[in-house]
Every structure is written in C-alpha cells, then in structure tokens.
C-alpha cells in the first residue's frame, strides 16, 4: 500500500489566479466623461461671449424684454409695427374717402344753390313783368270803361235806358256810377222801377263802402 502510494503522483495545487483589477477601465471612462463635459462647457461658454460680443451693449440691470425704469418698454419688432401701420394706413384711407364725398356733396349742394338763386332772379322778372302787365291792362280796362261810359252818356236816355234794362244790375251800376248825374239820372229814369231799385242799392252800397272827407 505504501508503495502504491509512493508511484502516485502528488497534486501540486496552484495559487488561485487573482482577478484582474478593473478600476483602470473605470477611470479611463470617468475621465473619458470629464474631458468632454469640460470641452462641451468650453464650447457654451464660447458662443456666449460670441453672442455678448455681436449684440449691442444693454443698460445695467436690464435685459429686452424686461421694461426700463422709466416705465417704458423695449421698441415693438417689424412683425408688432407692421399690423399697427396697416391699421393706420386703412383708416387715413378711410379719411379720405370721407373728405371725398362731404366734397363732393358741398359741391352739389353750391350748384343747387346758385340754381336756386337763378330761378330766384327769374321768377322776380317774371313777376315785375306780370305786374307791369296786369297794370297795363287795368289801365287798358279802365280806359275801356270810361270810353263806354261816355258813349252810354252821349245817348239818348231812352236807348240807354233798353240797354241798361238787359245788363246785370251790379253791370250796370258800375257804368251808371261813373256818369255824371244828369245823364244817369235820365237813364235811370228810363228802367223798370225794379231793375232801377236794384241798381240803386248798389250805388247806394258802393258809395257807403267810400272814404269820405
């Protein structure tokens, strides 16, 4: 038995291998991460000192949107002042077209004025020329009637008397008033008593409507 154990071979056991350390691969990426948050800052912090750079200076302790200290607010952009331009081009239009037609409408009503005022002048010649008219004929009338009184005057009573007798009383009375009295009183003489009764009240009646002195 020994010697069987003798040709057997003795295991040598060997040191369990250790496992290799990967905190260098950790640190590598950590670092890897750090440089390039480092350059990333680096490239922010550029473009905005680029941008500081380009645009103009603002005022201590104010930025465009927030409003001056003045109360006033920072100027309105193109696309704010365009509509309000548009609006106010619009309503001058607007104006305008107003103006226009209050124009136009004074112009007519100057017209219409100095039409009025031509017919005016018309119609005041027209009515001086009837009055002159109306006056010469009145006179013509009047001329008319004195010349037939004379000759109802200048006939024979009894004639005159037919004639009268046939005229209508007011007709009549009118000529009869205007003869001289003996002539009247002949022809007068001459008539119906009704028909010279009648005449006489509107002889009577003229005469009493008459100033007196």
Known sequence: MKKAEANTPVQVQRPARKPKKRGKGV??????????????????????AVALETSPPAEAGQTSDQPQEDGSTAPPKDGEISPLLKALKDREDRIKER???IASRMQALAVAEQEIERRLVAMEEAEKKLR???????????????????VYASMK?????????E????????????????????????????????????????????PRE
Do not use: C
């Open 27 to 48: 640190l590598a990426v950590i670092g890897g991460l750090l440089v390039a948050s480092a350059v990333a800052r680096v490239g922010i912090h550029a473009s905005s």
């Open 99 to 101: 103006e226009a037609a």
């Open 132 to 150: 002159a008219t109306l006056t010469i004929a009145k006179t013509a009338a009047q001329e008319d009637v004195d010349r037939l009184t004379e």
């Open 157 to 165: 009573p009894k004639q005159a008397a037919a004639l009268f007798e």
């Open 167 to 210: 005229m209508d009383p007011e007709f009549a009375a009118g000529f009869l008033g205007q003869m001289r009295p003996d002539a009247a009183a002949a022809i007068m003489a001459g008539l119906n008593p009704q028909t010279a009764y009648t005449i006489s009240v509107m002889l009577a009646g003229r005469n009493a409507g008459a």
